[in-house]
């Protein structure tokens, strides 16, 4: 199997809700892609990735703390 890649424009209406591991919402917004989270940084309207389609698993991603996830919804 190969890659699938997605290039998704949310126009201003991009929606992000992180839940800590005790299921608790702790940011969460309705407007920018979040910068510095490894979605789609260059735009900030479009969410980019690419998908191993043997394993489901996203290519290349690089892993963020809780913190850099907090500050990049807050500041979306």
Do not use: F, H, R
């Amino acid at each position: 199997m190969g890659k699938l890649s997605l290039c998704a424009k949310c126009s201003d209406l991009c929606s992000c809700v992180y839940e800590n591991d005790k299921g608790e919402v702790v940011a969460e917004s309705d407007s920018y892609v979040p910068k510095g989270i490894n979605i789609g940084d260059q735009y900030g309207d479009y969410v980019e990735m690419e998908i191993d389609m043997q394993t489901g698993q996203i290519l290349n991603w690089k892993a963020v703390s809780e913190a850099q996830i907090i500050k990049a919804i807050k500041a979306a």
